[in-house]
């Protein structure tokens, strides 16, 4: 009923011959790699500015972009 450690090692043994220990480790590698981008990323973002907004005056009529006029029209 379920998965045995037998059936284990066997999936393990055709994982090592189809991608070989190298591709293996290259490829945690390049995981641990993008982790730490990502952190680095946000970590970035963090210290930046807060968003500068833009004022207009009330009397002014305020105009909307295609993609609002789209999202309205569905």
Same mark, same amino acid.
């Given at each position: &009923?379920? *998965?045995?450690?037998?059936?284990?090692? *066997? =999936? +393990?043994?055709?994982?090592?011959?189809?991608?070989?220990?190298? $591709? =293996?480790? @290259?490829? &945690?590698? /390049?995981? +641990?790699?993008?982790? $730490?981008?990502? !952190?680095?990323? &946000?970590?970035? /973002?963090?210290?930046?500015?807060?968003? $500068?907004?833009? /004022?207009?005056?009330?009397?002014?009529?305020? $105009?909307?972009? !295609?993609? @609002? /006029?789209?999202? !309205?029209?569905?």
């Amino acid at each position: &009923m379920g *998965i045995s450690i037998w059936q284990i090692l *066997i =999936i +393990a043994v055709v994982v090592v011959l189809l991608f070989g220990r190298g $591709k =293996i480790s @290259e490829l &945690m590698g /390049d995981v +641990a790699k993008g982790i $730490k981008s990502f !952190k680095k990323g &946000m970590a970035e /973002d963090d210290t930046e500015e807060p968003p $500068k907004t833009i /004022d207009h005056e009330s009397g002014e009529p305020v $105009k909307s972009t !295609k993609a @609002e /006029d789209q999202t !309205k029209a569905s």
